[in-house]
């Protein structure tokens, strides 16, 4: 198993910064991808990055990209982050970092839909509310 723990989330106003953190634990080896997704009051769970453990690559949702920014911790392979810039106010959610896993030794995930593919592990989530 794989556990995922995330902080980093607060309170920032309308056009400001925040960077989020994920370290995954455990059977790391099996990870194939890690993302974010999030939450806002009265909606559904979304997907809005995700990077590939293979080659890093990235893949955004339309809502984000080009003012968020996921990566991964050269020091700390086993750690993400989501650089998110110019935030507004229908950022506010619960952010949740996830991990897409091997199972023995094969993925059921389409890279190119990555957004879509069942995360197998969760973090607990982190809150940032944006205020305008």
């Known amino acids: 198993q794989v556990q995922l723990v995330e902080s980093g989330g607060g309170a920032v106003q309308a056009g400001g910064s925040l960077r989020l953190s994920c370290t995954a634990s455990?059977?790391?080896?099996?990870?194939?991808?890690m993302g974010w997704f999030r939450q806002a009051p009265g909606k559904e769970r979304e997907f809005a990055a995700a990077i590939n453990w293979i080659d890093d690559a990235t893949d955004y949702a339309d809502s984000v990209k080009g003012r968020f920014t996921i990566s991964r911790e050269n020091a700390n392979r086993n750690m993400i982050y989501l650089q998110m810039n110019s935030l507004n106010d229908e950022d506010t959610a619960v952010y949740y970092c996830a991990a897409v896993l091997y199972y023995s030794g094969s993925v059921y995930c389409d890279w190119k839909s990555v957004g879509t593919c069942d995360f197998d592990s969760w973090g607990q989530g982190t809150q940032v509310t944006v205020s305008s």
């Open positions: 455990g059977r790391t080896f099996n990870i194939y991808a």
